[in-house]
């Protein structure tokens, strides 16, 4: 895969385009690979811009020194049920098993490859200061037994994993509403066992379900309520206790799932992504290639550009040239620190919520005096605060407990870690030292803003010529040390840990990011700003995309799916042939 595409951070003052696209990350750079592809216009009038010096948004892929295969700093995998992405990535027609016999869609080689989740009888679990491996629940089921942990779990709720309760929650709640119990008893199953629970509801399902469902538990506080309108911190509480939440919040690795985001939303969420029987797939050379290839495929045509490091800092419709062009653009060039214009007919704005906020909140499109209710949307989704730490060590110590791939799981402040691989010619080994999300995230940003940073050293394979290189990418030497400490304390005292001999540190907290990801906020009816985001003032053609305002927040797929609908619904976009016409888009 070529990751060199050809960036221009120059200016071109008084530049005319029909289309300006802003974000070179995955809803941007589809938008333009599909207008273009389309034929709907020629290249040179379909432009990007971006204030980063990279494409891909919230994709970044690197290789450490040492070790010749790609760590994941931001997304780093998909679902095979996302069908967009997965065309995109292996050629379609999907049926075929044979990848050879695939049309490929983009230019540039990608190889998917598994995503290994690891084994559940190998990877820990390290809860209340006590030291499970994951599948240790299911071991007592099997027998006939309870696991007992040190949470006070209600009677009929110990016993269940994080997985089973989530699930056991999720099936009380639909089956207690008599139209979903009626309309749907044959997607939603209880098992032989009182822990087994399927949910066969596909996302068209899931549409119907998710702005009707109401709450039906008489002496809750939230009895006969729309279940879009209940949090779901509030709703795990009313159903499991306190006590039930935390074990959840805790044993499930992820505090952003269990915050009081949209439980309409959630439920799908919880099931679909985080529930058993997935299949998880990356991309051999680095999941940032998805943005590459979509990037070069729009490049290879004539007058393409992307304009990097170029920050856009407001947008008007009084300017010299409205006889032709609708909007004018003032860019800062970061490089010169000098303004420039744009002038275009459309503005896709692919951007989330920080970054909206980040432009001038004055102009006419955000002004919220003229347009309240596109502010209010705005402000529609919570921001996920994420950050990752990458390490490297000079052998892969995990090995020692039978531990080749997946991930660990604590209640410690790291919260989880992923065993990512290890070169077989140099044995250097890459871990995912901290997956640090919502409520951790005070405890590391003290850290992370300390001035001393890690010091690299000189490894097999990786000088210190090559190591001094990411520098100023290293985690501080305090976080690396606490780091260290709650490994040490994640896998037992028995297991020998050398000190790492390179960090890489990213924090998508940072503008003009904001967050790693988003959630819905309860209350807000996402099925109706959906559709309103991709054109918020209906006299403008300005649009609105990408992972933040989609029904996949998280996932590449939301932001595809979010520029897909928008190119059909707006510029009249025909559905691309190579995807199935009954893949369902969603809002």
């Known amino acids: 895969m070529n990751k060199n595409t050809p960036l221009d951070s120059g200016m071109h003052p008084d530049l005319k385009v029909e289309v300006a696209i802003i974000g070179a990350g995955t809803s941007g750079l589809y938008s333009a690979y599909r207008l273009v592809a389309d ?17 891909g948004g919230r994709l970044e892929s690197v290789i450490m020194p040492g070790m010749n295969f790609w760590g994941e700093l931001g997304g780093m995998r998909y679902l095979t049920s996302q069908e967009i992405v997965t065309t995109l990535i292996e050629g379609y027609p999907l049926s075929e098993k044979d990848l050879s016999k695939r049309t490929p869609v983009l230019k540039g080689k990608m190889t998917p490859i598994p995503f290994h989740m690891g084994k559940e009888d190998k990877l820990l679990m390290y809860i209340r200061k006590e030291r499970f491996k994951q599948n240790a629940w299911e071991v007592e089921q099997k027998q006939n037994k309870k696991l007992k942990t040190r949470y006070y779990l209600n009677h009929d709720d110990e016993g269940f994993s994080s997985d089973q309760l989530f699930n056991k929650i999720i099936y009380n709640v639909l089956m207690a509403d008599p139209w979903v119990a009626k309309t749907y ?18 996302s068209r399902d899931w549409d119907a379900i998710k702005p009707r469902l109401v709450y039906h538990f008489p002496g809750s506080p939230y009895d006969q309520r729309k279940v879009n309108d209940i949090g779901f911190w509030n709703l795990i509480k009313d159903q499991v206790s306190q006590e039930g939440y935390e074990f959840l919040a805790n044993a499930g690795g992820y505090y952003s799932n269990t915050i009081n985001w949209n439980s309409a939303e959630a439920f799908p969420y919880m099931v679909g992504d985080f529930s058993a029987n997935t299949t998880y797939k990356t991309i051999e050379e680095g999941y940032d290639s998805i943005a590459y290839a979509v990037a070069n495929t729009y490049m290879a045509n004539k007058g393409a ?13 009084e300017h010299p040239f409205k006889q032709t062009h609708r909007y004018e653009l003032v860019f800062l060039n970061l490089k010169t620190n000098k303004e420039w214009k744009v002038y275009a007919n459309s503005l896709v704005l692919a951007m989330p919520r920080k970054s909206l906020e980040l432009l001038d909140q004055n102009n006419f499109f955000f002004n919220v005096n003229k347009h309240a209710k596109l502010n209010e949307n705005i402000r529609s989704i919570i921001m996920e605060p994420a950050f990752k730490i990458l390490m490297g060590f000079e052998r892969p110590w995990w090995h020692d407990l039978d531990i080749k791939s997946g991930h660990s799981i604590t209640d410690l402040p790291m919260r989880q870690c992923y065993y990512f691989g290890t070169d077989p010619k140099t044995n250097n080994s890459m871990l995912l030292g901290s997956y640090g999300d919502m409520e951790t995230e005070t405890f590391w940003k003290a850290l992370s803003d300390d001035k001393v940073l890690f010091k690299v050293k000189a490894a097999k394979s990786a000088s210190l010529k090559e190591l001094h290189q990411l520098d100023d990418v290293q985690a501080t030497q305090l976080m690396v040390g606490e780091l260290m400490n709650q490994l040490h304390e994640l896998h037992g005292k028995d297991v020998k840990i050398p000190e790492p001999y390179v960090t890489y540190f990213k924090d998508w907290t940072d503008d003009p990011y904001g967050a790693g990801y988003h959630a819905w906020k309860a209350g807000f009816s996402v099925k109706d700003i959906m559709p309103y985001m991709r054109k918020p003032v209906a006299d403008e053609k300005i649009h609105i995309i990408g992972e933040a305002y989609s029904d996949q927040q998280g996932w590449v797929e939301g932001a595809f799916c979010e520029a897909e609908k928008m190119l059909q619904e707006h510029f009249d976009l025909h559905r691309p042939d190579w995807l199935s016409p009954d893949y369902y888009l969603g809002w």
């Open 39 to 55: 034929k709907k216009f020629k290249a040179h009038e379909v432009q990007i811009f971006d204030m980063s010096n990279k494409l």
């Open 185 to 202: 008893k044959k997607k939603i199953i209880a098992g032989h066992h009182a822990y087994d629970f399927k949910f066969k509801l596909d």
């Open 305 to 317: 550009k992307i304009w990097s490091e170029n920050k856009l800092l407001t947008f008007s419709k």
